[in-house]
């Protein structure tokens, strides 16, 4: 027989903060944002936000997320999230080797030491290197006695733009600004017009080729620290890359100006231990055994499990394959809304765990199915149940709160029930670097928001829905809304208010805040009259 809850399911829309004491001198530039990402270990007696932990986690700077859908987070989102502390999650209704892509591409925009290099053995012709600068998108090629699995002694660089009538049949090392010290007039002899061929040859062409032979190449050595290098970048604005070269001088690195930059315009921008940017990237529980190792090898930072159901047979099995293979690689599991469901992932080992069921403002999967649960009600049932596993083990395995947060009000009312940070979709998709489809309509520019579980997605959503029979989303049309930079300032100034009316200094103290259940005249009260 079937059991009937008398429980209200609640939204995160219908509460509201009562205030605290607020203390004197509390600021806005005081205000902690920082949010556990992925599972710590703490000392008994120790919290999480007050005390160091045992084994630390990944943290970002800020708690959002991009949603892991179609029309939310390409590699733009999640370079631009990473820049201000969050992390975006590539999604994965798309070809594994098109998801690998993007994750890479997130890891190469800010790079610190760069080792996964392009490069080009200095016997190819310019027809392969001009080749490879249009298939990858850069300008600056190594040249080295060697090839990208097994680098030799560093030559020099090709510095690009490549001229449109450069002899395609010239070697690159004749074309490469030069490292070694070797006199200029035997590079200049090497490039004798004789030995140009291919389009555009011209008589005399030496002469303009020759101009693109510049002075020697700066170079480090091997032992020096990141922050020495861009010193000297820093220093000399004519640098605009940095060789980092081993004593058998063999390339190592290759650090650039633009990182530097990069690092002075984001300072609270979430790098990896080689100070790359953070990317999360998803996986389903049909393809994930050859999906999560393509992600591995591109560099993906956390892998985040995409169902709709995360309390089930696959997602165990999807968890158990990963952590079995690469044990040392966070796992997000998710979406549940039960406390019991929490009990069962956290036993496989999981990392952090999404909680939000037919609460997206583009989800229909509870009217349609009848399936789901408010996101304040499940938040609280399972971060209470999270609670009580960190007090009997010291594990603490954090909460995203995911589906239909888009205002800062409710952003901070799922911190303070317990989220560590929220994962949001319509909130990223009207802004500038979101993956949505642009459509011009008279002379408005609209993007098309629309859920994974929509016909769009339908080649895909089997594996998040394990059907195609009916839609469990819809799509939308929304105003383009900017930079996203510009609207998290405005959301997280709202947020930081928020806290700071609360006598709160981050998130471990908003826990202690209380919200209370506002009635239907309240809430239009509250709004303007």
Known sequence: MAEISDKVSRTLGEYMFTTEHTPKGLTQEQIDLAAILTREVYEEGRLPYRDEPKQKGMRLKIPVMSAAMQCVTGSRMGTALAQLGGIGVIYCSQTIEEEARMAKAVKRAKAGFVSELEVVNGEVDMKRVVELIETTGYNTIPVVAGNRDNYGKFLGIIDGPIPSDIPLGMKSRDFMRAFQHEPLESIVERMLPDRAVGRGEKRGMAAEIVAQVKSYIPFAEADLSLEEVNAVLKDDPNLKYMPIINKDSTL???????????????????????????????????????????????????????????????????????????????????????????????????????????????????????????????????????????????????????????????????????????????????????????IQVEERTLVEYYGEGHSRAKAWCRFRYGQTDFDEGVIKRLPLAGPVADKLAKTFARVRSTMITEGAHNIGELRNAEIELISDASRIQAGAQ
């Open 252 to 438: 190592k690195y290759l650090v650039f100006r633009k990182d530097l930059k990069a690092h002075l315009d984001f300072p609270y921008a979430v790098v990896d231990q080689n100070k790359r940017y953070i990317i999360g990237a998803a996986v389903n529980t049909h393809d994930h055994s050859d999906r999560v190792p393509a992600l591995v090898e591109a560099g993906a930072d956390v892998i985040f499990i995409d169902a709709s159901d995360g309390w089930s047979r696959w997602q165990e099995a999807c968890i158990d394959f990963i952590k079995g293979r690469y044990p040392d690689m966070p796992v997000i599991a998710g979406n549940i809304v039960r406390g019991d469901a929490f009990d069962c992932l956290a036993e496989h080992g999981i990392d952090g765990i999404k909680v939000g069921m037919g609460s997206g403002s583009i989800c229909i999967t509870s009217e349609e199915k009848g399936t789901g649960r408010g996101l304040a009600t499940a938040l609280k049932e399972v971060t209470d149940r999270r609670d009580a596993y960190f007090r009997k083990t010291g594990v603490y395995i954090p909460i995203i709160a995911d589906g239909g947060i888009s205002l800062a009000k409710d952003l901070a009312i799922a911190l303070c029930i317990g989220a560590d940070s929220v994962m949001m979709g319509g909130y990223f998709a009207p802004c500038d670097e979101s993956s949505a489809p642009r």
